[in-house]
C-alpha cells in the first residue's frame, strides 16, 4: 500500500499486496499504475496523452469546446511521472474522455465525435448524411481487444462492479479525482467518472459520465458506474426497439 520514490511516498486507496497487471487496472491502483508508466517513460507517456486526444480539440460539430490545460514534455515537472499517470497534473473534457474510451470500442482508431448522423425529410429520404470522420490509428486492434477484456475485469471483478449489466457485459473504468481548490488538490472535493463501452464483445455505445462534487459518495465506482449502466440499458433498449440489435 506503500510506494517511496525518492522524497515522496505514493499510496493505493487499500493496500493491494502482488498484482497482475489486469489487477492493477481492476482495483485502480495508483502504484501499479505508475510501475507500469516507469516502464514507458516520459516521451512514451506524453506520446500516447497527445494520440489518445487529450491535448487537442475533439473537433465535435458544438460551439464553444475548449481543450484540457496540459503541459507540453518539456515543461514536466521532476514528479510528473508519479503524478500523471494516476491522473494528476493533467486535465480532460468528457469529450475527450468518450472518445478515449472510444478508441479502445473502435479496435484502435480514433473517430471524430458528431451531434447528427443524418438528416432524413418526412417522406424518410435521407438529404444528408455526415458519415464518420476516422482521425489516426493509435493502437492496434490487438491491443484494444486485450484492453477491452481488462476493462471487462474492472466491471466484473473490480471497481466497477455497479456498472454491470445484466443481460450483456460491458467495460469500462472508474475514476476519482481531487479538484483543486487553493492552489492545492483539495480533500474534499471531487470529480467523480466512469467511461466505458457495450456491449463487451460487439461495442456500440461508448458513454462518459462525470459528476462534479458528489456528497458524500465521491469514488467513481459508487456514483458515476451506476449512471453509466442506467444509460446504457434504457439506450440498448431504445435502439432494440428500433430495430438495430444490440447482440
Not at 32 to 60: C, D, H, L, Q, S
Not at 171 to 180: A, E, F, L, V
Request: charged share 25%; glycine share 10%; hydrophobic share 40%.
Amino acid at each position: 500500500g506503500e510506494y517511496r520514490v525518492g522524497k515522496r511516498i505514493l499510496h493505493d486507496h487499500t493496500p493491494h499486496g502482488i498484482m497482475t497487471f489486469k489487477e492493477v487496472i481492476e482495483k485502480s491502483s495508483n502504484i501499479g499504475t505508475v510501475k507500469v508508466a516507469a516502464r514507458f517513460g516520459p516521451e512514451k507517456m506524453y506520446k500516447y496523452i497527445r494520440v489518445f486526444g487529450f491535448y487537442e480539440r475533439t473537433g465535435v460539430d458544438l460551439p464553444g469546446e475548449v481543450v484540457g490545460m496540459n503541459r507540453p514534455l518539456s515543461k514536466w515537472l521532476s514528479g510528473s511521472m508519479l503524478a500523471i499517470p494516476m491522473g494528476q497534473e493533467v486535465t480532460a473534457t468528457a469529450m475527450q474522455l468518450a472518445c478515449a474510451i472510444s478508441v479502445i470500442a473502435n479496435n484502435g482508431f480514433y473517430v471524430r465525435p458528431r451531434i447528427v448522423k443524418e438528416i432524413v425529410a418526412e417522406t424518410g429520404e435521407v438529404v444528408k448524411e455526415f458519415t464518420p470522420a476516422l482521425v489516426r490509428k493509435v493502437i492496434t486492434p490487438k491491443t484494444a481487444v486485450y484492453m477491452r477484456y481488462i476493462l471487462n475485469g474492472v466491471v466484473e471483478a473490480g471497481t466497477g462492479k455497479k456498472a454491470k449489466v445484466e443481460e450483456f457485459k460491458v467495460g469500462g473504468k472508474t475514476g476519482t479525482s481531487q479538484k483543486i481548490e487553493n492552489g492545492t488538490y483539495s480533500h474534499s472535493k471531487f470529480m467523480s467518472s466512469f467511461i466505458g463501452f457495450a456491449p463487451y464483445d460487439k461495442p456500440i455505445l461508448a458513454v462518459a459520465v462525470c459528476v462534479d462534487e458528489p456528497h458524500p459518495l465521491y469514488y467513481g465506482g459508487e456514483v458515476s458506474a451506476p449512471v453509466f449502466r442506467g444509460v446504457v440499458e434504457e439506450t440498448l433498449k431504445y435502439l432494440n426497439t428500433k430495430g438495430l440489435k444490440a447482440i
